[in-house]
Structure formats: C-alpha cells, structure tokens
C-alpha cells in the first residue's frame, strides 16, 4: 500500500469501530438463520466504508454481498480487502426487489450546521441536526430494492432517538424490532430488524 492508499485509509474512510461489530455481529447471527432457509441470499450493504461488515457478512454466511458508499475512498478500499463494492447513493441504482437483505450504518450524529465541515469522514458521520439526515431518505427509497420477503438491519443510536427511527421505519411500511444493542458512557447503539 502505498502512501496515499494509507492516507485515504486513515483520514477518508470511517474504520471500524463498536457501531460496526455490533452491527455485523448481530447480522451475521440473524442473517445466517435466515440464510439456511433461503440459500443464494443476495445482501447489499449501503455506506461500507471500509467493507469491513460486508466482508464478515459475506465469509460468516455464504451470502452474496454487494457493498455501496458513495465516498469514493471507501469503495476503493473495501475493493482492497476483497469486497464487491460500487460507488453509490444510498440504494438509487439497484433493481428493484434485487436483496433479501440490505445493511446500513448510517451517520447518525446530530450536528450542528454550524459545526459542520466539508470532508468524506463529515459525510460518514454527521446525521444532520437530528441525527435522522441520511436515515429518513434511506428508510423512505429501501423498499423498493427489498425482495417481497426481504429485511433491513439497520444500526441507531440513542442520540438520534430510536423511537423516532421506529416510528419513521412504521410510516415507510415496516414493523421494528431491536435484535441487539449495547450502551457505551455516551450512547446506545440499538440494530434494528426491520420487516415488512
């Protein structure tokens, strides 16, 4: 890797942190279940960052993963560490009913716009001023992408308030519910399975 890879590395692409193990642990259990009964399961993880939960996904269930981000940086990346990743905006160029299972882990820190700068780790990590900036669009535009009997596990925190998520996941057409969650001294991170 060359200087400017570890650059991009360091600086560019959000690595993985509590939000991502708790994230691919939780869907590596759920999702395995479900894989047995429905073998050749196609899972899109949107904003991969480092590919790190689309490539655990992918080895811990023999599921197909494709990964999306729309930094540049981080599908070069997940690339590196052998992910199938594209550069995307949320889920706007897949086929409709294409996934059995979609994954994100979205900015989800409120920020104040005035406290806002213009980078790829900004993009990763500010959720706007109530945290639900990327989620609200996602959990509006997921549906379509979704087989008939597909699922969404997506990650939330308690600073973005859950139960709004919920209640916005319900007014997009799905039933909610927490599968895991762990507290941290500053937050809760809470997965939600997420099901029409």
């Not at 023999?62 to 550069?87: F, M, T, Y």
């Not at 897949?94 to 700068?117: I, S």
Request: with cysteine; proline share 6%; charged share 30%.
């Amino acid at each position: 890797m060359d200087l400017k890879d570890q650059r991009d590395v360091e600086t560019d692409v959000y690595q993985p942190a509590e939000d991502s193990e708790l994230l691919a642990e939780s869907v590596c259990d759920h999702l395995g279940k479900r894989a047995r009964d429905r073998p050749g399961s196609t899972v899109l993880e949107v904003g991969t960052g480092s590919g790190y939960v689309a490539s655990r996904v992918a080895d811990e269930t023999n599921a197909r993963v494709i990964a999306s981000d729309l930094n540049p940086h981080a599908v070069r990346q997940a690339r590196r560490e052998g992910v199938e990743a594209v550069r995307a905006d949320l889920v706007s160029p897949f086929a409709d009913g294409a996934f059995d299972a979609v994954l994100f882990n979205p900015p989800y820190l409120p920020t104040d716009p005035d406290n806002e700068w213009d980078d790829w780790m900004e993009h990763a990590l500010s959720g706007g001023e109530d945290g639900r900036a990327v989620i609200d669009p996602f959990l509006a535009s997921v549906r379509r992408v979704l087989d008939p009997d597909g699922v969404v596990y997506l990650l939330v925190s308690s600073l973005t308030g859950v139960d709004e998520v919920v209640e916005h996941a319900g007014e997009a057409g799905f039933s909610a519910v927490a599968i895991a969650d762990e507290s941290f001294p500053f937050e809760t991170l809470t997965v939600l399975e997420l099901l029409r």
